[in-house]
């Protein structure tokens, strides 16, 4: 790979090919490094919501039935999805625009997705820890972390390439600038003169 080399400006860094660059666009990674901490702090803030109402359901609603279980966590995960769609729009894909029809069925179709996936991962876990703990809180809270933390991965996924997914009408305008307006096209933006 031949990259040109500008002196002073320290080694050159290779282009990554293609479907790398598709996955981390504007940087090598740099910026999608960033995103995923940001990704990683909102997920830790919804999973306490999520928890926090799992917890309170089966302190209300205690049980070893893990039907009961299921259902429990679905309102709970629904609980910490509604703070992850504005926290993850506006913070971590720093998308400024309204939501879209489109953003909401897609984040509503992912959701209903995930709660699928974290139900039948809660599931496995809960049956596969039931023979081992009494206290129905600890094997409610141990069944749905492992749970969420196999989920983790799945949601970022369906949020970077789906949901939030950078178009022409979704990307952040950068600091300072304004948008372009139907009269002023980004392409036919007004050079400054030099001269008085």
Same mark, same amino acid.
């Given at each position: 790979?031949?990259?040109?080399?500008?002196?002073?400006?320290?080694?050159?860094?290779?282009?990554?090919?293609?479907?790398?660059?598709?996955?981390?666009?504007?940087?090598?990674?740099?910026?999608?490094?960033?995103?995923?901490?940001?990704?990683?702090?909102?997920?830790?803030?919804?999973?306490?919501?999520?928890?926090?109402?799992?917890?309170?359901?089966?302190?209300?609603?205690?049980?070893?039935?893990?039907?009961? %279980?299921?259902?429990?966590?679905?309102?709970?995960? *629904? /609980?910490? !999805?509604? &703070?992850? =769609?504005?926290? +993850?729009?506006?913070?971590?894909?720093?998308?400024?625009?309204?939501?879209?029809?489109?953003?909401?069925?897609?984040?509503?179709?992912?959701?209903?997705?995930?709660? %699928?996936?974290?139900?039948?991962?809660?599931?496995? *876990? /809960?049956? !596969?820890? &039931?023979? =081992?703990?009494? +206290?129905?809180?600890?094997?409610?809270?141990?069944?749905?972390?492992?749970?969420?933390?196999?989920?983790?991965?799945?949601?970022?996924?369906?949020?970077?390439?789906?949901?939030?997914?950078?178009?022409?009408?979704?990307? *952040?305008?950068?600091?300072?600038?304004?948008?372009?307006?139907?009269?002023?096209?980004?392409?036919?933006?007004?050079?400054?003169?030099?001269?008085?």
């Amino acid at each position: 790979m031949n990259v040109p080399h500008i002196p002073g400006m320290g080694k050159p860094r290779p282009t990554p090919p293609g479907p790398v660059r598709a996955l981390f666009p504007g940087g090598g990674g740099r910026g999608t490094c960033w995103q995923v901490v940001r990704y990683c702090l909102v997920g830790g803030v919804n999973t306490l919501i999520d928890v926090s109402i799992l917890n309170a359901l089966l302190w209300r609603f205690p049980t070893h039935n893990m039907q009961l %279980l299921v259902v429990e966590n679905s309102v709970a995960y *629904a /609980g910490g !999805a509604v &703070s992850s =769609f504005f926290l +993850n729009k506006y913070w971590t894909f720093r998308r400024k625009q309204q939501p879209t029809r489109q953003e909401v069925g897609r984040f509503l179709l992912s959701v209903a997705l995930e709660i %699928l996936s974290n139900n039948a991962l809660l599931w496995l *876990a /809960g049956m !596969a820890l &039931s023979p =081992f703990m009494a +206290n129905v809180i600890v094997w409610g809270n141990i069944s749905k972390l492992l749970a969420v933390a196999a989920n983790a991965v799945l949601s970022y996924l369906l949020m970077r390439f789906w949901i939030f997914a950078s178009g022409t009408q979704d990307r *952040a305008i950068p600091k300072g600038a304004s948008p372009p307006t139907a009269e002023e096209p980004e392409n036919m933006k007004e050079i400054p003169s030099q001269f008085p």
